[in-house]
């Protein structure tokens, strides 16, 4: 207060003082009611202290506990390492104890088998004598020359190479006399003295044998058939057959065999030494096949053929070098189909057995004690062999010769089916559909059959290739002629009836065009079908393909459903030019006739039309032709063609009369009169074809509307109604006022003012 030399800051100030005095006035209060009960709290305080003393107490005793117990379990737990290690030495003492007692028996064992021949016994001995810890032996007994258990060490080495001796030649002469149950006597004991490799590979060689003599004396037999047996055509695919049967049987019987005595992950070896025998006898096989069918002959004359044919059927027609060119493919393509087949089947056979012997050998390593690592290195190193064997090698070079024959045989017989395309009475499609896509559907299905990706993938290209060559240029070059429309309303039945004069040159024309149409169209359907079909097989044909077999047939799939695509762009130009050809001057007829026509009518007229149909007389006209010539062509056209030939007349329609009714003047009784006949129009198509054909007349539609309403004001609410209702506009605000102005009773000035 004495700081301040001011009245109002000494006031301030003292305001302050007396604030600040009643809040201390107010937290000394508070203090002062509070003091009870923190009496209270320091009296329970108090009352527990005696009880905190017997809590430290405790604590002090609990925590020696503890110390104790922790020392004592310390004790006990170096006591009971020192017991587990003398139990673990006492154990192996005791193993020590075991193995010797039980090679004193083995000793002694071994001794009196192999005095009593029972090799089995003696074996058994040996095996024991092998699974024994020789080095832990050694080390726990001082062995000095001369004592007892290096001498059994020696006695029982020596029985085993004695023994590996004689089991050794009495199989070898078990399988001199072809006795069977000594050969399997003896293959049950290599295993035992550890001989795996050598009684796997004894044996193997011995069921190569069987197999060998098969294998002769079928092709023995397939060599002295001939050209009358029934089977001669495929006879060599018979061979290759008996020979994968022959080796999956061996397999089949003699796998547990193996199993049992040599436990699992033993029976690639086996499977191996036969699949050697097997590379060797097909590669016999093979060369046969080569020269019995001379396949390297045919293939050459197969591409002469193809190379001349394709030059010389255009330009040698009549010639008779041609002719024999012709006759002679044609006598060629009979006898490579019966080759394909074989091969094909040779190749499904040899797909199948390799597929049987991985599955056979990866099943038998996944059930071996082997670690996962080198499970995995056995079966790749094995399907790499497999992958190199001269059975692979062959079969690619049957692919290829396949391939070769099979693309001649696909050309030569598109190309005939080509030339001898016939049309039968009451028919929508000619022979050539029918044929060409049996030709096509046989053909890729064999190709699939072989299990080959790439023999299936090179005739879906040479496929894609014959849809997109000869197929669609004989189907064009029949489109390129046109649609003759002379008297085409006289002799439309003709066609329906397939009624084609020789002197009716049109007729069969226009036959053969509507018919080419449906082939295009059938033959699309036919690709999608065929494409389904083949997709289905895949996972069937080729299931062990790698990620980029499988994605490369995709790809061929794919171009196939895409050559269908062509396909369908040819036949729309064909149903354009068709229509263009067959409607569109009758819709030019009917617009021309709409155009000249007055569009003011009176109360009279009006009325007479609604009396009449509802339709002005050329009107009546129009939808009488069009009804009999869509009907027409519903008979003989496809349900897709149909439809799309009616698409493009409603197109027609809208195109020509849009133009036409833009060009006249109309009251308001003209307007409802266009109205009258467009939703007749609509209706009529929309029966025939679909709804969605509305659409095409939208525009057209809200050109009637506007020339129907009674006031300018009137389009104001329409086009907010349309806004509201999320109805699409066709009308631009300039074509609103442009058809607005075809109304004699509208104003200019209350167009102009419109507000669209």
């Known amino acids: 207060m004495e700081m301040c030399e001011e009245l109002e800051e000494a006031e301030s100030t003292l305001k302050q003082l007396s604030k600040q005095e009643e809040e201390t006035c107010a937290r000394l209060e508070e203090l002062l009611l509070s003091h009870g009960d923190i009496d209270q709290r320091i009296q329970k305080i108090h009352k527990l202290m005696p009880s905190f003393q017997l809590v430290n107490s405790d604590t002090e005793e609990l925590n020696k506990i503890v110390t104790y117990t922790a020392s004592l379990a310390e004790n006990i737990s170096r006591k009971v390492k020192q017991l587990d290690l003398a139990k673990s030495m006492v154990a192996q003492s005791l193993q020590r104890v075991d193995d010797i007692m039980d090679l004193k028996a083995c000793t002694d064992g071994v001794k009196t088998a192999l005095q009593n021949e029972d090799y089995e016994q003696a074996a058994a001995h040996v095996h024991r004598f092998l699974g024994l810890d020789q080095r832990g032996l050694r080390s726990c007994v001082d062995i000095q020359e001369g004592s007892s258990l290096e001498e059994a060490f020696a006695q029982l080495t020596e029985a085993q190479q004695t023994l590996i001796e004689i089991v050794r030649q009495r199989f070898n002469e078990a399988l001199s006399c072809a006795d069977q149950a000594s050969i399997e006597r003896f293959f049950k004991i290599f295993p035992l003295l550890n001989q795996h490799n050598e009684g796997l590979t004894k044996y193997s060689n011995y069921l190569c044998r069987q197999v060998t003599e098969n294998a002769v004396q079928s092709l023995r037999k397939a060599q002295g058939l001939t050209k009358n047996d029934k089977r001669y055509h495929i006879v060599l695919a018979d061979v290759f057959s008996m020979l994968f049967e022959d080796i999956a049987r061996v397999v089949e019987i003699h796998q547990p065999l193996v199993e049992r005595y040599y436990a699992h992950g033993h029976i690639h070896q086996l499977i191996e030494i036969l699949h050697k025998e097997c590379c060797v006898q097909q590669r016999r096989i093979f060369q046969e096949l080569l020269s019995m069918r001379a396949l390297a002959r045919r293939c050459k004359k197969a591409q002469d053929i193809v190379i001349k044919g394709s030059v010389e059927r255009s330009s040698l027609r009549g010639n008779s070098s041609s002719g024999n060119l012709v006759q002679d493919s044609l006598s060629e393509t009979k006898e490579i189909d019966a080759i ?75 190309k005939k089916a080509v030339d001898y395309e016939s049309y039968e009475e009451g028919s929508r499609t000619s022979s050539l559909l029918e044929d060409v896509f049996f030709l096509l559907k046989k053909c890729l299905r064999r190709a699939f059959s072989t299990s080959s990706i790439d023999g299936a993938c090179a005739m879906l290209n040479h496929t894609c290739s014959m849809i997109e060559g000869e197929f669609h240029k004989a189907s064009n070059e029949k489109i390129q002629r046109g649609f003759p429309t002379g008297a085409m309303m006289d002799h439309a039945f003709n066609i329906i009836q397939g009624k084609i004069q020789s002197h009716a040159e049109q007729e069969r024309d226009r036959g053969v065009y509507i018919v080419t149409l449906n082939n295009l169209e059938t033959a699309c359907e036919y690709i999608n079908t065929l494409v389904g079909a083949l997709n289905a097989e895949c996972p069937k044909r080729f299931p062990g393909g790698t990620p980029q077999d499988r994605a490369k047939l995709e790809t061929c799939l794919t171009n196939l459903q895409q050559s269908g ?192």
Not at 649 to 675: C, H, P, W
């Open 565 to 756: 695509n062509k396909l369908r762009s040819l036949a729309s130009n064909g149903i354009g030019q068709l229509s263009n050809s067959a409607i569109r001057p009758l819709v030019k007829v009917c617009c021309d006739s709409f155009h000249t026509s007055n569009h003011q009518l009176t109360e009279m007229e009006f009325a007479q039309f609604e009396a009449d149909d509802g339709l002005r007389p050329y009107m009546q006209q129009f939808m009488m032709n069009l009804d009999q010539l869509i009907n027409t062509f519903k008979e003989v056209l496809n349900p897709k063609n149909h439809e799309q030939l009616v698409a493009l007349a409603a197109s027609d329609i809208t195109q020509l009369l849009e133009k036409a009714a833009l060009k006249a003047v109309y009251n308001r009784l003209g307007g409802m009169q266009f109205d009258r006949e467009l939703r007749f129009l609509i209706g009529y198509l929309t029966k025939i074809a679909s709804w969605s054909i509305r659409d095409k007349f939208s525009k057209l539609t809200q050109i009637a509307l506007l020339l129907n309403v009674e006031s300018v004001s009137e389009v104001e609410d329409i086009c907010s109604a349309n806004v509201q209702s999320h109805l699409t506009w066709r009308l631009t605000p300039v074509e609103v006022r442009q058809v607005l102005s075809l109304r004699v009773e509208f104003k200019s000035d209350e167009i102009r003012k419109l507000k669209v």
């Open 340 to 414: 394909l087949e074989e091969m094909s089947l040779i190749h499904k056979h040899a797909e199948l057995y390799l597929r049987f012997i991985k599955r056979r050998v990866n099943l038998d390593f996944e059930q071996s004690n082997l670690p996962p690592e080198t499970k995995a290195a056995k079966i790749a190193e094995f399907e790499s062999r497999i992958s190199t064997c001269d059975l692979c090698k062959d079969m690619q070079e049957l692919t290829s010769y396949y391939i070769c024959l099979e693309e001649f045989f696909m050309v030569e017989s598109v």
